[in-house]
């Protein structure tokens, strides 16, 4: 653990106000070095909430600040990550701050597992689909154009008869 050049208890106060708020809002931004430390311990309670078990819910209320917080970590933001093991969260590095040029980041909550969901499902549904949707309008196209094709010739026909 890093220790964020500050003494132990004031470190771990710290990270555990990050961690709550993370996990209240969803995203927050910190310096690099900071949101490291808070992505390593928000994954860890959001394993806890999918533990789902009394003496989980009792390990994140020992540590989240909020009891709110810990009701939303258990009843919406675990069950979310169910078919994940880990990677709940990214850091997205923003360039230097202003004032002191200290290494800024994003850290938050990823949404992709409902998206990633989806997209399988679409794409082997498309791809039956399409395979069988295609050969029965390639056959109508040629039926509409063997159709269509012997109804132009007449036209022209009697032009050249004229």
Same mark, same amino acid.
Request: charged share 40%; net charge positive.
């Given at each position: 653990?890093?220790?964020?050049?500050r003494?132990?208890?004031?470190?771990? =106060?710290?990270?555990?106000?990050?961690?709550?708020?993370?996990?209240?809002?969803?995203? %927050?931004?910190?310096?690099?070095?900071?949101?490291?430390?808070?992505? =390593?311990?928000?994954?860890?309670?959001?394993?806890?909430?999918?533990?789902?078990?009394l003496? =989980?819910?009792?390990?994140? %209320?020992?540590?989240?600040?909020?009891?709110?917080?810990?009701?939303?970590?258990?009843?919406?933001?675990?069950?979310?990550?169910?078919?994940?093991?880990?990677?709940?969260?990214?850091?997205? %590095?923003?360039?230097?701050?202003?004032?002191?040029?200290?290494?800024?980041?994003?850290?938050? %909550?990823?949404?992709?597992?409902?998206?990633?969901?989806?997209?399988?499902?679409?794409?082997?549904? =498309?791809?039956?689909?399409?395979?069988?949707?295609?050969?029965?309008?390639?056959?109508?196209?040629?039926?509409?154009?063997a159709?269509?094709?012997?109804?132009?010739?007449?036209?022209?026909?009697?032009?050249?008869?004229?």
């Amino acid at each position: 653990m890093r220790k964020l050049g500050r003494k132990t208890d004031h470190r771990l =106060s710290m990270l555990r106000g990050q961690v709550t708020f993370l996990l209240e809002k969803g995203r %927050l931004e910190t310096t690099a070095t900071r949101a490291k430390e808070v992505k =390593s311990l928000a994954e860890k309670m959001i394993t806890l909430g999918k533990k789902n078990t009394l003496a =989980s819910r009792r390990q994140a %209320l020992a540590f989240i600040t909020k009891e709110d917080v810990v009701k939303k970590l258990f009843d919406e933001i675990a069950p979310s990550y169910a078919g994940r093991t880990g990677g709940y969260t990214r850091v997205i %590095l923003t360039g230097p701050r202003r004032g002191d040029a200290a290494e800024m980041a994003i850290i938050e %909550l990823v949404e992709e597992d409902k998206k990633e969901e989806k997209k399988p499902a679409k794409k082997a549904a =498309s791809k039956k689909t399409t395979a069988k949707k295609a050969a029965p309008k390639t056959e109508e196209k040629t039926e509409e154009v063997a159709t269509e094709a012997p109804a132009e010739e007449t036209p022209a026909e009697e032009a050249k008869a004229e």
